[in-house]
């Protein structure tokens, strides 16, 4: 079992940056790879960024490439995802998942949900 919370949310300026944390419980954390999803209101929850369980691999959707960075702290058992130049198209609830396989962009593919933290940018 794995418990995930994130936390970094709030209220931005276009332009602005936010940094998101999801700490996890379990001696296991370093085992998953973990990712970040959002999910606009009447919107699907869509892929953000992947990393895997070293740090050594990453993904990201072409929407934010280049604008955020996914990094994790095993010692922590924490993840980032580390978000510049916001946009307000970025407003979403910003999830960690857990997933015991490679890295993916795939949902189905994650066994762990956090509860998710809001990021909204105003223009």
């Known amino acids: 079992q794995v418990q995930l919370v994130e936390s970094g949310g709030g209220l931005v300026q276009a332009g602005g940056s936010l940094r998101l944390s999801c700490a996890a419980s379990?001696?296991?954390?370093?085992?998953?790879?973990m990712g970040w999803f959002r999910q606009a209101p009447g919107k699907e929850r869509e892929f953000v960024a992947a990393i895997s369980w070293s740090g050594g691999i990453t993904y990201y959707a072409d929407s934010v490439k280049g604008r955020f960075t996914i990094s994790r702290d095993n010692a922590k058992n924490t993840v980032y995802l580390q978000m510049n130049s916001l946009k307000p198209e970025d407003t979403a609830v910003y999830y960690c998942?857990?997933?015991?396989?490679?890295?993916?962009?795939?949902?189905?593919?994650?066994?762990?949900w956090g509860q998710g933290t809001q990021v909204t940018v105003s223009s």
């Open positions: 379990g001696r296991t954390f370093r085992s998953y790879a």
């Open positions: 998942g857990a997933d015991p396989r490679p890295a993916s962009r795939s949902r189905a593919l994650y066994d762990y």
